[in-house]
C-alpha cells in the first residue's frame, strides 16, 4: 500500500503514516513518522518525520525536538488557508501530568517550517489559582486579564474539610497550578476548510491528581503563527473526582 521505509540495522520502522500533497505541487506525498520501539515495550524512541517527495520520491529527514514518547501519530491538515496540507503530529509523554508534545510544519516547496510547538504554546499565557473562602477557586489568565471561578462546593467533605474551616473559609492560603499542554485537537469550527486548534490543559489543585477544571484555548493560523481564536477562552469542569 505504501513505499516500504525500514531499517533493519536498528530497527527503525514506520509508525504512523498519512498521505497527501504537503509540498503544493499537487502531487500526493507520503508522510511517515518513523522511530525504533523498545523491547517488549510500547515505547517509542527516535521517533521523526520522513517525507516522501511524490513527484522524485526523494526522502527528507526531520528531526523532532521531543523524539521518545507513545502512541505518535501523524496526520494532514491545512491550518493556513493556502490549500496545501500541513502535517501536524502528537507524541503521548505517558507521565503522570498526562503531557503531549505536540508539532506543525509546513512543508511547501519541500522547505521546512516549523507553525507550532508545544513549549512555545506552553509560554504563551501566565497563570494565577488562588483558592479563596467560600468553596471557590479563583483561575487568572494574566496575559489575557481574564479570570474565572470554580465552585468546590460539591466535592466530598472530606476532602473539603483538609482545606476549609467549618464557615467556609481557608485554614491557610493556597494555590494551583495550569499544566502544559495536554491536548491539542486539530478542529475546523466555521467549516470553510481551514483547521484551528482546541488546546486543553489541566487546573491542578493540592497534587497531580487533584484536577479541578480544565483551561481550553481555541487557536488559529495567522500570518506568522497561532494566536488566539475569537479572542477568547474557556474554564470547564468536568469528571471531577477526589483522590
Not at 471557590?136 to 462546593?153: G, M, W
Not at 493556597?174 to 491536548?183: A, I, K, R, T, Y
Not at 480544565?214 to 477562552?233: A, H, Y
Amino acid at each position: 500500500m505504501y513505499p516500504f521505509f525500514q531499517n533493519r540495522e536498528n530497527q527503525t520502522t514506520i509508525l504512523s503514516v498519512a498521505e497527501g500533497d504537503v509540498n503544493g505541487d499537487h502531487i500526493q506525498d507520503y508522510v511517515y513518522l518513523v522511530g525504533q520501539p523498545l523491547p517488549d515495550s510500547p515505547y517509542m524512541t527516535a521517533i521523526t518525520l520522513v517525507i516522501q517527495d511524490g513527484k522524485t520520491n526523494e526522502f527528507f529527514t526531520i528531526p523532532l525536538k521531543e523524539d521518545q514518547g507513545y502512541d505518535p501519530r501523524v496526520t494532514l491538515q491545512d491550518f493556513t488557508g493556502d490549500g496545501i496540507d500541513d502535517i501536524f503530529i502528537r507524541i503521548n509523554s505517558g507521565g503522570s501530568g498526562g503531557y503531549g508534545y505536540f508539532f506543525i510544519y509546513s512543508f511547501v516547496n519541500n522547505k521546512v517550517s516549523l507553525l507550532f510547538d508545544y513549549e512555545t504554546f506552553n509560554g504563551m499565557f501566565l497563570y494565577d489559582v488562588i483558592y479563596q473562602d467560600d468553596y471557590r477557586v479563583k483561575v487568572v489568565n494574566q496575559t489575557l486579564n481574564l479570570s474565572f471561578i470554580i465552585d468546590l462546593s460539591n466535592r466530598n467533605p472530606e476532602y473539603l474539610a483538609d482545606l476549609y474551616n467549618k464557615d467556609g473559609t481557608l485554614i491557610k492560603p493556597l494555590e494551583g497550578s495550569v499544566s502544559g499542554l495536554n491536548q491539542l485537537y486539530p478542529i475546523d469550527f466555521n467549516g470553510d476548510g481551514v483547521y484551528e486548534l482546541d488546546a486543553y490543559q489541566r487546573i491542578i489543585g493540592q497534587y497531580n491528581a487533584d484536577q479541578l477544571g480544565v483551561v481550553q484555548t481555541p487557536l488559529s493560523f495567522e500570518k506568522n503563527g497561532f494566536t488566539l481564536f475569537i479572542d477568547n477562552q474557556y474554564v470547564s469542569v468536568v469528571g471531577q473526582t477526589d483522590v
